[in-house]
């Protein structure tokens, strides 16, 4: 229910069911990850130290990488935030080893490397995320904001583009107009 709650919106009304919850929950576990990752979840926007203790703890539970990768990448995206780049580049980089297949987990590294100033690291993050989903237009975004970043502004403009056209195919024309605006204040999108 308290999940449910949060997807709701209604992440007060929730966190007193989670923590009922896990008062009566005894042992280590699933039923305990879960418990632990939705309070961290409800706490993310209000109390992100707290959320940051929750997501620590659901990631000690003896669980499996695929299990556990929720929680993991929350608590990456919640270090971003809280700038504490170094430890968020380590949490999320765990998920590119264990689990290399997880597409966020390459988006989210790019992200966070792109902030700590590793240009290259980002671009190498986002590429092999577009291994994975090469029809991601945020990532073709991204890569190109990362390239922009590091001077490559042909290739910059080549991603914007492919961004673009991805979000027209998706139908997501205010998106694709918006970017083609933004992208087009930082290099010429006609040169192509």
């Not at 709701?8 to 418990?35: H, M, T, V, W």
């Not at 504490?84 to 790019?110: D, F, H, I, S």
């Not at 980002?122 to 190109?144: F, K, R, T, V, W």
Request: proline residues 4%; charged residues 20%; aromatic residues 4%.
């Amino acid at each position: 229910l308290g999940g449910l709650l949060i997807s709701e919106g209604k992440n007060e009304d929730a966190i007193p069911l989670l923590e009922n919850g896990l008062k009566q929950c005894g042992s280590a576990g699933a039923e305990r990850y879960e418990l632990l990752l939705h309070l961290g979840i409800a706490k993310s926007s209000s109390q992100p130290e707290e959320a940051e203790s929750y997501y620590k703890r659901a990631l000690e539970e003896p669980l499996s990488p695929q299990v556990l990768v929720g929680a993991r990448l929350n608590l990456g995206a919640l270090l971003l935030r809280l700038n504490k780049l170094a430890e968020a580049t380590e949490v999320t980089a765990a998920v590119t080893r264990q689990l290399p297949e997880v597409m966020l987990g390459w988006y989210n590294l790019g992200l966070i490397q792109r902030k700590a100033g590793d240009i290259g690291g980002a671009i190498e993050a986002y590429q092999s995320g577009l291994e994975l989903d090469p029809n991601s237009p945020e990532l073709h975004q991204n890569l190109g904001a990362a390239q922009l970043a590091g001077g490559n502004f042909e290739a910059a403009r080549g991603s914007f583009l492919m961004a673009i056209g991805l979000l027209l195919q998706q139908n997501r024309k205010a998106d694709a107009e918006a970017l083609a605006r933004s992208a087009g204040e930082l290099v010429n999108l006609n040169a192509a």
